[in-house]
T-cell receptor, first 114, second 113 residues
Framework: QKEVEQNSGPLSVPEGAIASLNCTYS??????FFWYRQYSGKSPELIMS????GDKEDGRFTAQLNKASQYVSLLIRDSQPSDSATYLC??????????????FGKGTLLTVNP | EPEVTQTPSHQVTQMGQEVILRCVPI?????FYWYRQILGQKVEFLVS????????KSEIFDDQFSVERPDGSNFTLKIRSTKLEDSAMYFC???????????FGPGTRLTVL
């Protein structure tokens, strides 16, 4: 069974701090990793994708991938109250052909306190 | 910016009734998906669709479920005989060819009474 695991939180940080969100996955054959943000009652919104070991930065967000440790993380710098949401980690496990289904973790609830 | 749209936003139905959930994917996307999220639980894959056929389906996607692309813009999910446990948010997603990036629609909340 291919799984994506996340600490459900809640993770609480003060405004302006760095929020660090973590995710592990079970299948070494996983190829692609995604971070989505989900506000309560809303749909997942894509923040970042990462495919290679190392860091990928986009504005205040940095995704980190370590395939040897099967570990993905998301850093949010200068956290804002509007960043308060559930952050979903998703992985694409290779299943042949052109299938791109995603497997999601349960998500980590982040609260940024003003 | 193009978006995936879904209708209705909320559907209430009686157990045993058929429902059709509708999606309009982003216009130049070729991969289409349905996911569902039961309240408080993970987003779960149901089915993927490419080149006018199902490319993969999960064990959740049993005979009561079907998908269709009836025209060049719509993508539908039909649940033939709804059960109480089908109550969930249903998300449509689409992605362009050559990437595995997926963009989600706003969802349809299905409530089965």
């Amino acid at each position: 069974q291919k799984e994506v695991e996340q600490n459900s939180g809640p993770l609480s940080v003060p405004e302006g701090a760095i929020a660090s969100l973590n995710c592990t996955y079970s299948d070494r054959g996983s190829q692609s990793f995604f971070w989505y943000r989900q506000y309560s009652g809303k749909s997942p919104e894509l923040i970042m994708s990462i495919y290679s070991n190392g860091d990928k930065e986009d504005g205040r967000f940095t995704a980190q991938l370590n395939k040897a440790s099967q570990y993905v993380s998301l850093l949010i710098r200068d956290s804002q109250p509007s960043d308060s949401a559930t952050y979903l980690c998703a992985a694409r496990f290779y299943s042949g052909g052109s299938n791109y289904k995603l497997t999601f973790g349960k998500g980590t609830l982040l609260t940024v306190n003003p | 910016e193009p978006e995936v749209t879904q209708t209705p936003s909320h559907q209430v139905t009686q157990m045993g009734q058929e429902v059709i959930l509708r999606c309009v994917p982003i216009s130049n996307h070729l991969y289409f998906y349905w996911y569902r999220q039961i309240l408080g639980q993970k987003v779960e894959f149901l089915v993927s669709f490419y080149n006018n056929e199902i490319s993969e389906k999960s064990e959740i996607f049993d005979d009561q479920f079907s998908v269709e692309r009836p025209d060049g813009s719509n993508f539908t999910l039909k649940i033939r005989s709804t059960k109480l446990e089908d109550s969930a948010m249903y998300f449509c997603a689409s992605g362009p060819e050559g990437t595995d990036t997926q963009y989600f629609g706003p969802g349809t909340r299905l409530t089965v009474l």
